[in-house]
């Protein structure tokens, strides 16, 4: 592992194309850290949020063939995740009950318990919205192609869905 740790992303995906796991293990190890976090505030429970996390790792390793442009590795990553969280809400449905689970190990931009309630409290669409734009740094524009939304949907989505977070908090 230590031969990659100065490689380039691009590098890695390369190598990873070419069946190259240590490449593949590096560019995951990037990358973990902002995967588990929008997992877990996008998820209701810590365990869903591994998992998910879990199944968006192998599923990227089987198809990283088919990563049409390098440079867009992080975007097409995530969307893996956004549709394992979507396949993992539709198999659990959405009748679950919040949890003290979503207390998180780590201290981030949400560490406070009453603002991941309210994140939770969002449909799903309006908590991958919040999560990808707070959280993850990703622009409208971005948002909507992993979404599939034009991004003055996603604007105004997210706008709204602070807004119904704003009053929730203020209660």
Known sequence: MKDFENCSETVLIRRARRGDIQAFGVLYGRIYKELY?????????????????????????EGIDRLKKEESFRSWIFTILANQCKKRFLRKGETEELSDELIAEEPDHASDHDVREALML??????????????????SEE???????????????????????HRILEN
């Open 122 to 139: 969002l449909g799903e669409d309006d908590r991958l919205i919040v999560a990808w734009s707070v959280l993850g740094g990703y622009s």
């Open 37 to 61: 976090r929008f997992a877990l505030y996008t998820m209701r429970h810590k365990q869903d949020a591994e998992d998910v996390v879990s199944e968006t790792v192998v599923a990227a390793y």
């Open 143 to 165: 948002i909507g192609k992993i979404l599939e939304m034009n991004p003055a949907t996603v604007r105004s989505r997210k706008s709204r869905a602070l807004e119904q977070m």
